[in-house]
């Protein structure tokens, strides 16, 4: 029994992410957003720009990625990112957007609603990331100032 519970501890210590491959995700996202445009992470964004990349110039499995490793770096990288923001400054930022929209004098009524009601999804995704992602904050923590470029640093701009 013994024996199975290391296996099982070490099974789960190999497929941890390594801060390797987090550096790895967030130079290959630097380098590719300029052809590839924004990066917005969502559950396809990885396999998006696995497969525009390997039409192109293959940077992401001369890196050592397979689809299946790249998705799951990216995502267990995206996850620690959004566990290294304060909930405090995703509040401030999704308050923001709800005021814009209350106080948008160009959206009907059902349009704000619809508006207010997708702001209140994105709360509760981004809880559900940070939480998912705590135990990858660590390893993508020296990098989350690189991420809210690509990221969060867009925001302001929608």
């Excluded at 024996?3 to 290959?28: E, Q």
């Excluded at 397979?66 to 996850?79: G, I, L, P, R």
């Amino acid at each position: 029994m013994l024996a199975a519970l290391s296996v099982a501890k070490f099974d789960k210590v190999a497929l941890a992410l390594t801060s390797r491959d987090a550096g790895t995700v967030v130079d290959l996202i630097e380098k590719l957003k300029t052809e590839f445009g924004d990066f917005a992470y969502d559950d396809d964004e990885a396999d998006d720009w696995f497969e525009k990349d390997a039409a192109s110039q293959k940077l992401i499995t001369k890196a050592g990625f397979n689809q299946k490793s790249w998705k799951t770096a990216v995502d267990e990288t995206m996850k620690g990112f959004f566990a290294t923001i304060p909930e405090a400054e995703i509040k401030t930022v999704l308050d923001g957007a709800r005021q814009r929209t209350e106080s948008a004098t160009d959206l009907k009524a059902e349009q704000k609603k619809a508006v207010l009601e997708l702001i209140e999804e994105q709360r509760k995704e981004m809880l559900a990331l940070r939480e998912g992602g705590k135990p990858f904050a660590g390893v993508v923590a020296p990098f989350a100032q690189r991420i809210r470029k690509f990221t969060m640093d867009n925001l302001g701009e929608r």
